[in-house]
């Protein structure tokens, strides 16, 4: 590792970076580390690379494919933005030295028992890079990090979107042909087409170094044509490679690819019950310390560097490139010239994955933040009044939902209509709402999070007017459940614009913090707002004040910088948009079922089950598709998933605390409310920012979220409402503004932690939509057990307490702590900042 320099970016999406690692022929490589403690490798693509659309497109569809490699003994591709002016890739990190370094440099050749273990591994690595579709097509000793529990492949699939990137113009242009000398099969020397029995060969050649410290057919003691014709047609010299591995590396190193083992009979031949560690003692402590270094590795702040234009020092386990004389007139594939004044000399060109030092190419004036739009300045200067428009979208919303419950009796008088209705009008709203967050969500992230959020207050605005004009019980649910599709889109692009937007970690916690007061707290907050308000005025008149909100967000949303699709081309998802779609659809009607008067128990559980099988099906034909709405790698970790229960239970809870202020708030003066308001928003930022935002990177998401629930769970228990008096409702309001407060920068922090802005739309619609599953299972819940809401209901609170204290539980046993030896506070480095 090295100190970054002042060329170097402060973040590079999500990530905040603490080091550099080196380069390789891809690009730049840094060490980096998300707000919550996850440490990644996050390699950065070269400019001359990134120039060329079809590089791009091979890119984006690799990575996609490498999202998908699964298996113990790989580094996962976490996070990427293929489609920024500096595309980048994040990988799991792995603490370990390569074993060219182990072998080349510290040890020497590995024992048997170790080279068979090796062998068992990478052949495992292997099936599960073959079965997401993808060939290595670089497998090489610097390509395989050794650990304290077994080696692990990295680079996967990413070599392929440089082979013949910008179709075959551009190979021609650079003669690159992926592959390292020593470790190239046959047919990539032949240049014919590549099969998954590449990386077999390519195993055998990785052993017999491992085993012998030697390169295959001598690759660094002759040219490159007696090289390249020793690859093709003679036999490799095998003197010192294990009796027991003799026959499985020869077989690995025949000529016809159709003749060499499968991954599977690999495994199989090399399985061991072996007990012990599979490394000798000195190897294993030298890991131990490497493992230490990290820890203590403490970046510099940025201010203290003397010169900023010094080339950082090469790290000596990494070996020059070896220089071959060549005619000027026939460079080979996969060498480029050396240096200037120098044209028959040329030198292999650096595989994707292969790390090593980096040259300068010119500081910026001042250090730059890749955010995660990729557009490598610095943040958007807009980004807090980005912040204020969409909390504000998010809020018309909810006033909206909340004005409709307060003004149904102002409307069943208006029109006529009795209340069975008038039952559809806030129902088909909440399943229309419900069932398109997702494809909400996968919108924004096709064609953009400000242009969905025009889109969506456009229709909001439109949909409104038309519901203030109708004269009927018909056109006034029409006009309703409408904007309930509008407003499918506002929620999740706003989510999803705070999330792109904010990727300095501090600024990113603080954001977070205000946001949710509308995200978490908006459905309880707006409830002081809308009914001591509206109930003054004509159910018409609010249709048009929601119109006037809307048009106030629209103005604030067209003043934003406008943001590129997350995905080019846009490819919508067609199948998952459609069972998302009909399975919230389906369960949400089930909850309906049981909300409504005349609601049919049996079909409600029947459509209950059809929700849940669709769902699950979607979940399924998720993990199948490349171009899907939400990524394994947004929805994948355990944290992300205790946080997205978290948030789960506590929108149940929250939402049984407000059907109950609904009808005590009806007494409650106008004043009183609107004061209420103010002291729980307060309270909710003290909470948010005052609390969680400055203690989260330092003790973790777990010791904030556990107490932020449970200090909710109390307020649950002190409701005690005494019609027309706000000082009933002060101690448990109280509660609840703190504690949630707390939770709900911690869960949104989690849930978004290390994630792209071009899946931050999918990502925000899968959040928003579990968010209003627990709201609707909530009201559900609450009529299902009583048909007269009365916040002296024991049995409703406690249900409502008990949500949270099992919240609390989840949260505390799914999500883990921040890696804390390494944090900031504790190195005693300040955080970088662009």
């Known amino acids: 590792m090295e100190q970054l320099t002042a060329r170097d970016p402060a973040h590079i999406g999500p990530y905040r970076l603490i080091a550099r690692l080196g380069e390789g022929g891809m690009g730049l490589v840094y060490l980096g580390r998300s707000d919550l403690g996850r440490t990644v490798a996050v390699k950065v693509v070269q400019a001359e690379h990134s120039q060329h659309p079809e590089f791009r497109r091979r890119f984006a569809r690799e990575v996609a494919a490498a999202r998908r490699v699964g298996g113990d003994w790989t580094a996962a591709v976490l996070d990427a933005d293929t489609e920024a002016a500096t595309p980048w890739v994040a990988t799991q990190y792995i603490p370990g030295p390569d074993l060219t370094t182990v072998v080349g440099k510290d040890f020497g050749p590995l024992p048997e028992h170790s080279v068979h273990t090796l062998a068992n591994r990478l052949a495992l690595a292997l099936r599960a890079v073959h079965g997401a579709g993808l060939i290595h097509r670089d497998l090489k000793p610097s390509n395989v990090l050794v650990t304290v529990d077994g080696p692990r492949v990295i680079d996967f699939g990413i070599a392929r979107a440089l082979d013949s990137a910008g179709g075959d113009s551009l190979v021609t242009r650079t003669g690159m042909l992926i592959g390292s000398p020593g470790f190239m099969s046959p047919e990539q020397v032949r240049g014919r087409e590549l099969t998954p029995a590449n990386d077999l060969f390519c195993l055998g050649a990785v052993l017999v170094y491992a085993a012998t410290g030697r390169l295959l057919f001598g690759a660094t003691d002759t040219g490159l044509n007696a090289h390249l014709f020793r690859i093709a047609e003679e036999e490799p010299d095998l003197t010192g490679v294990p009796d027991s591995l003799l026959d499985l590396v020869r077989a690995c190193l025949h000529k016809d690819p159709a003749l060499r083992p499968t991954t599977a009979q690999v495994v199989e031949r090399t399985a061991t019950d072996r007990p012990g560690e599979w490394l000798p003692g000195p190897v294993l402590a030298q890991l131990g310390r490497k493992a230490a270094e990290l820890l203590d590795f403490a970046p510099e702040v940025r201010g203290a560097r003397t010169d900023p234009r010094a080339q950082p020092a090469r790290p000596a386990s990494r070996p020059e490139p070896t220089s071959y004389p060549l005619p000027p007139s026939a460079p080979p594939s996969g060498y480029a010239p050396v240096a200037q004044g120098a044209p028959n000399s040329y030198a292999p060109t650096a595989a994707p994955a292969e790390i090593r030092p980096a040259p300068g190419h010119g500081p910026p004036a001042a250090p730059m933040h890749v955010g995660p739009a990729g557009n490598g300045a610095p943040p958007d200067p807009r980004r807090w009044w980005g912040l204020a428009v969409a909390t504000f979208a998010q809020l018309v919303v909810l006033l909206n939902t909340a004005s409709t419950l307060a003004l149904l009796p102002d409307i069943a008088r208006d029109l006529s209509s009795s209340w069975d209705g008038l039952a559809w009008l806030s129902a088909g709203y909440a399943i229309v709402f419900g069932a398109l967050l997702l494809v909400g969500g996968h919108l924004a992230d096709l064609v953009g999070r400000r242009t969905t959020l025009l889109i969506g207050l456009t229709g909001f605005a439109v949909t409104a007017v038309a519901g203030a004009l109708s004269t009927g019980t018909d056109a006034l649910l029409w006009s309703h459940v409408l904007r309930g599709v509008f407003a499918a889109l506002i929620v999740p692009a706003s989510l999803g614009l705070v999330t792109a937007l904010f ?113 699950a099906a979607f979940a399924w034909q998720q993990s199948r598709t490349a171009d899907r709405i939400l990524l ?203």
């Open 632 to 834: 394994a790698y947004a929805t994948g970790t355990r944290d992300m998933f205790g946080a997205s229960l978290a948030l789960f239970l506590t929108a149940l809870a929250l939402e049984i605390v407000v059907q109950l202020l609904g009808p005590f708030l009806m007494s409650v003066e106008l004043l009183a409310s609107l004061a209420m308001f103010v002291l729980m928003t307060g309270l909710f930022l003290v909470g948010s920012r005052g609390v969680s935002a400055r203690l989260l990177p330092r003790i973790g998401p777990r010791a904030l979220l556990l107490p932020g629930l449970l200090l909710a769970a109390v307020g649950v228990l002190l409701i005690r409402l005494v019609e027309g008096s706000v000082v009933s409702a002060l101690p448990s309001m109280i509660c609840l503004s703190l504690g949630l407060g707390m939770a709900g920068t911690v869960i949104y922090s989690t849930i978004t932690d290390g994630i792209a802005a071009h899946d931050s739309g999918g990502l925000a619609g899968f959040v928003m939509a579990s968010q209003h599953m627990g709201n609707e299972l909530g009201v559900a819940l609450l009529y299902g057990t009583t048909s007269r809401l009365s916040g002296d209901n024991p049995a409703l609170l406690h249900t409502a307490a008990a949500a949270l204290l099992v919240a609390a539980l989840l949260a505390g046993l799914l999500i883990k702590g921040p890696a804390r030896s390494v944090a900031p506070a504790e190195t005693g480095a300040a955080p970088a900042r662009s």
């Open 503 to 615: 990727t300095e970690p501090d600024e990113r916690r603080n954001a977070f913090g205000i946001y949710s007061v509308a995200g978490l707290g908006g459905s309880a907050l707006t409830l002081f707002i809308a009914f001591p308000l509206f109930l003054t005025l004509n159910w018409r008149v609010s249709l048009y004040v929601t119109v006037l909100l809307a048009l106030v967000a629209l103005i604030g949303a067209a003043t934003l910088v406008r943001d590129q699709p997350g995905r080019t081309p846009p490819r919508f998802d067609a199948p998952g948009a459609l069972l998302s779609t009909f399975g919230a659809a389906a369960l949400l009607y089930g909850f309906v079922q049981f909300q409504v008067d005349d609601g049919d128990a049996s079909l409600a559980y029947s459509a209950v089950l059809l929700g849940v099988l669709l769902l």
